[in-house]
């Protein structure tokens, strides 16, 4: 595709050059700096000062003013002019001979700087000197006689032959860079260091068919015209960096404008990319000759009259593909043009033109694309922002970037009235906010993203919102609270209160939500999750304000509010006694707390615990007034009652006796109670007599035994077998068969092992039958015969033990003592000078009379001799 990448701008007119002249043709050019010279064919040198100048509008044109003609007297056509600056000399090749003219008098110098080289057919100027001589010029020269390629170094007062190369065939045309030639020979093209001698073939080129092209463009770097019509690239190794490109097959001149490729044929000028090998740009130019490339400016020339191709400006050219939503080509050309513009200048117009291209890209609903521009190209985010009507917040500063980036006035521009587009630019927008407003780009402007991504988010009813509000974020509360009272995201607006700090206000509009008055069904749980933002909140008084609420509503629910409470440094917990002073109007909350606080908690306070019982077995008194009476339910609240009872040992238990003296249906519980109180003697009475419960009876002496030793629960078994035996009782028969003996056999063969044998036997009545009580004797005989054998263990482990201690003393008695006038007394350290010694403990021996000492000196001895003498 097309781009305007120069404009042909003329620079020396044909009347200016020969005026009434028709037959003066231009052969060759050559600029240096502003200084133009124009070789013809009628053997003249002509010297132009091209001056530029900028109109008003901004077009550039060249002034063309000629300061002196000469002519060399070779009546021959100029074939080539180069200038060499450094020793202010212009290099000419007329009719074969080389020579210098100064370049401003355009007269040979006399002396050894104007010698001259015979048999040239062409030459060309070592751009890349191998020389470090700033005063010296490199010029490779090709024999019109024979097949060589000559070195020169041109000295301001000198020219000197340093290398003579030999090629294969006769060289047409020749570029030098450094020690490498790239020649055109008659067949092929070479690439040739004429340092080492080394040469690369490069491809075969016919040179009578059309004029070969070898062109240096960069270090070590050519370009060639190839066959088909191909321009290529090769490097001193003869390898091709770049991808070719397709020019005429008539191609009469090339340069190069980096990124550009200009070639010259017979009709026109083309432009190609470097970059992509696209042609960019065809400009019509008869008659064309001569095109070169002078310090970046392309030059070209007809027979009659020299012209510049001027390159646009890069960011024009860049902004002009854009603006055909060349994207691509954009990009390709900016990243190309990197090495010919300043690093810092590059930085800032790179990543310009990839925020535009992002929103071209964006325009076109290319988003994956687009955002990897607008990542690139470090795009403020607000610019894609402010796209959004009313998403910015009211206090953002933002303005848009000038020039802007884009051509739409916002969204609605973007999508003409297209919904579909709006909401996929919606959706595309929510996924890149969610990407990086936690990245680098979101720095300084976080409100704003985050606040934008809000709004989005409740107006999509995005899973994310509560996401985004629950954890850290800087949405700007006064833009954000009536956006959400809009889409009735009043859950999401108290996330947004409570994350400000505002609790109150949060749960002041949830409590709201949850009584019906606002509706928002983003949570069906709402009541539980009151509960547990209060259970969790750190301010004491807003849990005493709204508890009241909660518990009114669902107090088995609102009562969490006390129980799931976790106590921390920064969570204080409220005192149980006032906890259960406030839920005191809440019964059935205060019986599930203080079940938390003796149950769960294990709290050991009085208090707590007689309250708790009293609130069970008011429970139980009020289902037993209940008509008609509800079994289930009756049952599940006296084992509750029952287990408090019988597992607590801090409630009052006189006062709750006192309660329950006047049911008659809570025998059970009074027999508890009693125990409690070591009453055992009752409550048997209650079991036995009144309740007749044979098995709770059994069941009470092993509850009421528990941690207790074997003597005491055998107590209260003996005494319930008592009970059992009691001729009083109102079971017992006179023939001894009644229901409460039958109860005393099935005790004794339950739990023979309990009961004392021998007293069991002496209670027993003399009707009773051996076989009645065979379980129970059989078990009393296994238990004492397992008394008897186990005490004989006993006796017999400590006799051996006994044994064991005595055999290791005789051990002791039998081992020698040790005595010589060398060793000394333990206690006085004197040596030994008789064999009589005392040995003490661990087999040490000391002298008799150091024993006598020390029992004559002990306190206990000296007590003793005081006692005697006072008596």
Known sequence: MSVKAFELVPAVERELLMGEKARINIECIECCGKH?????????????????????????????????????????PVAELR?????????????????????????TPSGAGGAKIRGVASFCINENPVTGDPFCVEMGILSSKRRTVQIFMIYEDRVQLVKEVNTPEQPCAVSLDGYFLCLALTTQYMILNYNTGDNQDLFPYNSEERKPIVKRIGREEFLLAAPGGLGMFANAEGVSQRAPVNWSESVIGAAVCFPYVVALDESFITVHSMLD?????????????????????????????????????LERQIQDLLASHRVEEALILTEGAQRNIPKEKFQILHKKILQQAGFILFGQLQFLEAKEHFRKGQLDVRELISLYPLLLPSSSAFTRCHPPLH???????????????????????????????STE??????????????????????????????SENFCVLADCVPWLEKYHKYFALGLLYQYHGQDSAALQLWIRVADGDLQ?????????????????????????????????????TGVQIFTKRIATK?????????????????????????????????????????????????????????????????????????????????????????????????????????????????????????????????????????RRDSAYRQKLFHLLFGVYLDPKSPGASAGGSGELEMAAVDL???????????????????????????????????????????????????????????????????????????????MCHNTFSEPEVVCLPGGVPVHTHCVADRIQNSPSRKHLTNSSNHT
């Not at 053997?43 to 000469?70: D, N, P, R």
């Not at 080389?98 to 370049?103: A, N, P």
């Open 748 to 826: 004794l063969n339950r739990h023979g092992e309990v009961f004392d044998a021998v007293r069991v036997l002496n209670v027993l009545p003399e009707g009773w039958s051996l076989q009645l009580l065979r379980p129970f004797l059989g078990r009393a005989i296994r238990a004492s015969v397992h008394t008897c054998r186990t005490s004989q263990i006993a006796l017999g482990l400590a006799r051996s033990e006994h044994v064991q201690l005595l055999h290791d003393r005789l051990k002791e008695r039998k081992k020698p003592i040790l005595v010589s006038d060398k060793k000394g007394c333990f």
């Open 83 to 107: 200038a060499a600056s450094a020793l202010e000399r212009l290099i000419v090749l007329c009719d074969g001979v080389l020579f210098l003219v100064d370049m401003l008098t355009l007269e």
């Open 520 to 556: 928002d069904a983003t949570r069906s749980d709402l009541f539980e999750y009151i509960v547990d933002f209060l259970c969790s909140c750190s301010n004491l008084d807003l849990v005493w304000k709204y508890a009241d609420w909660a518990l009114r509503k669902k107090p088995t």
């Open 36 to 76: 133009l010279y124009i070789g013809t064919n009628d053997c003249f040198i002509h010297h132009f000062l091209l001056e530029e100048v900028t109109s008003s509008k901004g077009k550039l044109t060249f002034l063309a003013q000629k300061l002196l003609h000469k002519y060399l007297g070779l009546k021959k």
């Open 277 to 313: 090998q696209q042609l960019k740009q065809t400009l019509p130019f008869r008659d064309g000759n001569i095109l070169q490339d002078f310090e970046g400016k392309v030059i070209l020339a007809s027979t009659k009259a020299v012209y510049i191709l001027v390159p646009l400006p």
């Open 407 to 437: 051509e739409f006035a916002d969204l609605n521009h973007l999508a003409q009235g297209d919904q579909e587009k709006v909401q996929r630019c919606k959706k595309f927008l929510i996924s890149y906010l969610g990407e990086v407003r």
């Open 570 to 706: 920064n969570q204080p917990e409220p005192s149980p006694d006032d906890a259960v002073t406030y839920l005191t109007k809440h019964r059935e909350a205060l019986l599930l707390y203080l079940e938390y606080l003796v149950l769960e908690r294990q709290i050991q306070k009085e208090t707590f615990h007689t309250h708790l019982a009293v609130l069970y077995l008011e429970r139980v008194l009020a289902l037993l007034l209940e008509t008609p009476l509800d079994e289930a339910r009756l049952s599940k609240a006296r084992d509750r009652l029952q287990a408090m009872l019988r597992e607590s040992n801090l409630y009052r238990v006189q006062y709750l006796l006192g309660k329950m003296e006047n049911c008659e249906k809570l025998l059970l519980e009074r027999a508890t109670l009693h125990g409690k109180l070591e009453e055992h003697d009752q409550a048997l009475h209650i079991l036995v007599h009144e309740l007749k419960d044979y098995p709770s009876a059994e069941a009470y002496c092993i509850w009421a035994s528990e």
């Open 441 to 470: 780009v979101a720095n300084g402007c976080r409100e704003d993203v985050d606040t934008a991504l809000m709004k989005l988010y409740a107006e999509q009813d995005h899973e994310s919102l509560l996401d985004l509000l629950a």
